[in-house]
Every structure is written in structure tokens, then in C-alpha cells.
């Protein structure tokens, strides 16, 4: 059965990026109270769109990247641990380098509380993991990412950074650690960062590409 989420006012698939719905999935769909309904075909094809998933799969090699990305990880891991954490023993912590990111965001009204917050991190599914961004003078958690394994693929559904520590390159450390990780993975056929973004402003997208 397609499985179908509310993200934003809108019904999207809660299902791999390759998977498609058939015409009863649609109608479900169209069922359910949200504005409209979106979801992808074709996604493999071999001419450029301009709507995308950012995929990586195949291989992962740092010699092959520019020098400015090589420079971007090589600072991160020398500045940075990043290491797989219990989300429930670092709540407080996490919650703080949320609402520092989210609070840089521009026109983004941040509602969260630490107590709705913390009910998240107590309760994360089996499927999910927390990286945690150290910085390696202080011992401080400086960013996250949280990541979910599916059955062929892991899909990085977070990344927060606190912006005081932007320059150590946190984000770098914790993308190179997340394929390093996983691509070499027999089942693991690729890691997705989702669609392409028009709300968030970060770039995160464009230094992914």
C-alpha cells in the first residue's frame, strides 16, 4: 500500500523517491485534507527538470572532489568529531543547536518548546540515528544530523548547525561521515538529502550538487 504524509499543507509520499503511485493511490490521496497533492515519475529520467531529488550513490572518493570541498572536509575533521549519539542523552543540548539555527533563519518564527522537543528525541524510531557535531578543543555539540535508514537507501532528513561555529566546517565533517559510512554498505544503493529546496535559504543544497 503507497503511503502518503502531511508536510506543509501538502500530501507528498512517504515512500522511497523511486516509488510511484498508481491512480487509486492518487484518489487516496486526494481524500485526505491537505491543499493539494505532490508526487514524482520518472525519476531516473535523462534529461534535466527543474524539480530534483539530490541523490549520491556510487562511490565516494575525496581526491575526486574540487579542492574547495577537500579544503571544506579536511577542516571539518580537524576540528570536528562527529560520532552516532543517543538522542535522549544529548536533548538539551540538540534542542539549543536547533533553536540557534532556526533562529537565523530568515523570516522562520521558531515555536518549539524543549519539552515537545525532548518528547522527540525520547521516542526516535529504530530507523532513525542522531550524528553529533563535537567541536574537538571544547567538547561542545555544535551541529547534528538526523538520518534515516530505509531498506536500500538512508535518507539525511536533518542538519543543524550553530551558526558561532559555521567556520569549523561542521556540515562538511558530517556529510563526508555519513557516506563514508553508508555508500559502503552492500545494501545501500544511495543517500538522499530530499528534493530540491525553495523555502530554506542555507545553500546546503547547492554545496551538495
Not at 502531511?6 to 485526505?32: F, L, S, T, V
Not at 575526486?64 to 538539551?92: T, W
Amino acid at each position: 500500500m503507497f503511503k502518503w504524509k502531511m508536510y506543509n499543507h501538502a500530501i507528498i509520499p512517504d515512500e522511497a523517491p523511486y516509488a510511484e503511485p498508481n491512480k487509486d493511490d492518487i484518489c487516496k490521496a486526494c481524500r485526505m485534507k491537505g491543499l493539494f497533492v505532490k508526487y514524482t515519475t520518472n525519476l531516473d529520467c535523462n534529461n534535466a527538470t527543474d524539480w530534483w531529488y539530490v541523490i549520491k550513490d556510487g562511490n565516494f572518493d575525496l581526491s575526486e572532489l574540487k579542492a574547495k570541498h577537500r579544503y571544506e572536509i579536511n577542516s571539518g575533521l580537524k576540528n570536528i568529531d562527529v560520532k552516532i549519539i543517543n538522542a535522549e542523552n544529548y536533548s538539551k543540548e540538540l534542542y539549543d543547536v536547533y533553536i540557534s539555527a532556526t533562529n537565523s533563519y530568515s523570516g522562520f518564527k521558531n515555536s518549539a518548546t524543549y519539552e515537545n522537543f525532548k518528547a522527540k528525541c525520547d521516542n526516535y524510531k529504530k530507523t532513525e540515528f542522531y550524528y553529533g557535531a563535537f567541536q574537538k578543543s571544547t567538547n561542545i555539540l555544535v551541529g547534528y544530523a538526523l538520518c534515516v535508514v530505509h531498506d536500500d537507501y538512508v535518507e539525511f532528513q536533518v542538519l543543524k548547525i550553530d551558526p558561532k561555529y559555521l567556520k569549523l566546517k561542521a556540515s562538511a565533517a558530517i556529510v563526508y561521515t555519513l557516506l563514508t559510512d553508508y555508500l559502503s554498505k552492500e545494501n545501500i544503493k544511495f543517500i538522499c538529502d530530499g528534493e530540491r529546496s525553495i523555502r530554506h535559504k542555507t545553500h546546503f543544497q547547492d554545496y551538495l550538487e
